[in-house]
């Protein structure tokens, strides 16, 4: 057989190695990726992995170390951002309030970078044909919409990941952490001991971390 034909298969199941390792690593989010960096982060090791199959110039040993180190460099990402909720507003980003009880928040869009005209075709595409409609918008981190509409029960807001308060997403409820420490008194929980807790209603729902 033809070394070429060698070396492509070699690297091929190199490659496939590699990637099914880091899909199992990584968790089924790396197949439909939610972030912007999950989306750039795969298709930067598609391209580490894909371009050199064919290139017998470059050899498997280097194929092997470039795609282990971005593999390597990803994993270490999502693992910093599911720890720790500073890590993932840094990587990330946050959630940009666009509409608040049918009021328009102008300076957002500025923050969101993102034009009216883009805003209402966003709406349109998902059905809805005025503004008049909704209640509050938010403009998610990886680009997606969430919209609640005018009657509809108001959105759940989280304010404790992995044990660690979310301040912002509190203070926008106008409370602050003494409440909610007194609320897990309340209920007989302990912040370290929350995997999640979220405030719907004007009330603290508190999901333990069992370990």
């Known amino acids: 057989m033809n070394p070429i034909y060698i070396n492509i298969i070699f690297k091929m199941l190199v490659a496939f ?17 939610i972030s912007a960096i999950d989306q ?9 992995i894909g371009g050199p199959l ?4 470059i050899s498997i040993t280097l194929l092997m170390s470039a795609s282990i180190f971005w593999a390597g460099l990803l994993l270490l990402v999502r693992y910093a951002t599911f720890k720790r909720s500073i890590a993932k507003d840094f990587v990330d980003g946050t959630s940009i309030r666009l509409m608040k009880n049918g009021i328009l928040l102008s300076q ?17 595409q998902r059905g809805y044909t005025s503004l008049e409609m909704l209640s509050d918008v938010w403009f998610e981190y990886n680009g ?7 009657g ?13 308060i979310n301040y912002p997403s509190l203070e926008s409820l106008g409370h602050n952490e003494e409440w909610l420490e007194k609320e897990l008194d309340r209920l007989g929980q302990k912040l370290d001991e929350v995997f999640l807790a979220e405030v719907h209603e004007h009330k603290l729902w508190v999901y333990p971390d069992i370990k």
Do not use: W
């Not at 190695?17 to 990726?33: H, T």
């Not at 064919?54 to 110039?57: D, F, H």
């Not at 957002?108 to 349109?124: C, E, G, P, T, V």
């Not at 997606?144 to 005018?150: A, Y």
């Open 54 to 57: 064919y290139n017998p110039s």
């Open 17 to 33: 190695c590699i990637l099914l390792v880091y899909i199992n690593l990584s968790g089924k989010g790396a197949l439909a990726p």
């Open 108 to 124: 957002n869009f500025r923050q969101a970078k993102l034009s009216i005209r883009d805003f209402i075709m966003l709406l349109h």
């Open 144 to 150: 997606q919409m969430t919209v609640v509409k005018k």
């Open 152 to 164: 509809d029960p108001a959105m759940a807001v989280v304010v404790i990941e992995n044990g660690v």
């Open 40 to 48: 750039v982060g795969n298709v930067v090791l598609g391209a580490i």
